[in-house]
């Protein structure tokens, strides 16, 4: 399809920061595309810290979520629909695939061009849409998808985010005051959504005195909110050579850190997408998580799915599949990953 021109479009997307950091090579490919257009963004607030105004968005017309859920009153939502309507916009690109209201909202938004993918009962709200593929899926190809169906073309799918200056010096300035260098640090993010979804702290442990003995490294330990007492437990038990990172107060100071490291180890979290999007080499843990889904972006990265495969879980189910990852399994992995570091 020939690419249609426009001069001011509107791209939906809420969700979880893994979510969002999956659909950033989908938005910047907008942005190539259209390099002159104005670009709206409909989201939450997350996703100004992923790419703030001024850096392929030029504007964000925010809602609030509780959870999974959108959470917005009656009002707000007329505020909403009115805010669309009165920018007339050429062209709206529905990037939240599985979403009624975000099907709606493409409609009611008064695109002349709306694009997203088939939905049964919402077909009228689209001039342009594709199947949704059957199975498992990549999940960053599947904001890709949407948007070469319209003409964009796609320069690299590797997500991105915005790290500024200050970020970059956040970061310079932990490494020096440690005596840290990237050739020779490696970041382990024990933490994760809920218990279940994480390896275990002692296998994170012994997994770290194993490549400090066996590597030279050092082993940065990075947290999130509520993350703390574990980071720091870890770093305790894992003794020299083991560093708990200074508190983050944005995403983008947390991709710095991990942007400084020669190597990422955690399981599917919304910092591995942070790292991903940085360029770190990651070594992903998925339990319940498919890799067809949600794994790394690019030949750098690794994948270490569990051997055990279910079609649905339950938290302990979870657990278990995380459980059957060894820590042997994992330092073999790293062993193959250090060792093409060293011939580079």
């Not at 989201?43 to 100004?48: D, Q, R, V, Y």
């Not at 979403?99 to 009228?124: D, M, N, P, W």
């Amino acid at each position: 399809m020939k690419l249609v021109p426009a001069e001011n479009i509107l791209i939906i997307k809420w969700g979880a920061l893994g979510d969002l950091i999956m659909a950033t090579s989908a938005i910047k490919a907008v942005r190539d595309n259209y390099p002159n257009a104005k670009i709206t963004m409909l989201s939450n607030l997350i996703m100004k810290e992923l790419l703030p105004e001024g850096y392929i968005i030029d504007e964000y017309i925010f809602l609030s979520r509780g959870g999974r859920h959108v959470n917005e009153s009656f009002l707000n939502q007329l505020w909403m629909l009115r805010e669309l309507r009165k920018r007339k916009f050429d062209l709206a690109i529905n990037l939240k695939w599985k979403s009624e209201r975000a099907s709606v909202l493409t409609f009611l938004s008064g695109a002349k061009e709306r694009i997203g993918y088939h939905q049964k009962y919402f077909s009228f709200c689209y001039t342009h849409q594709i199947v949704h593929p059957e199975g498992r899926y990549q999940e960053v190809d599947r904001n890709l998808d949407i948007v070469k169906s319209f003409g964009i073309k796609v320069n690299d799918a590797t997500p991105i985010i915005f790290i500024s200056d200050e970020d970059k010096k956040f970061a310079d300035d932990f490494f020096l005051s440690g005596s840290l260098q990237k050739e020779n640090t490696i970041c382990i993010h024990p933490g994760a959504s809920k218990a279940s979804r994480a390896w275990l702290p002692e296998r994170y442990v012994e997994l770290s005195k194993k490549m400090i003995s066996e590597f030279g490294v050092k082993i940065l330990v990075t947290w999130g909110i509520n993350e703390l007492n574990l980071a720091n437990g870890i770093v305790e038990s894992i003794g020299s050579n083991a560093i708990l990172s200074s508190k983050t107060k944005s995403i983008a100071e947390l991709g710095a850190m991990i942007a400084h490291c020669k190597l990422f180890i955690s399981v599917c979290t919304g910092p591995m997408n942070v790292a991903n999007a940085v360029g770190t080499p990651i070594i992903a843990l998925l339990g319940s998580t498919d890799p067809l889904d949600w794994s790394p972006v690019g030949e750098i990265h690794r994948t270490i799915k569990s051997p055990l495969v279910l079609e649905h879980y339950t938290d302990e189910d979870e657990r278990k599949a995380l459980d059957d990852i060894s820590v042997q399994n994992v330092l073999n992995v790293a062993e193959e990953k250090w060792n093409e570091f060293r011939k580079l």
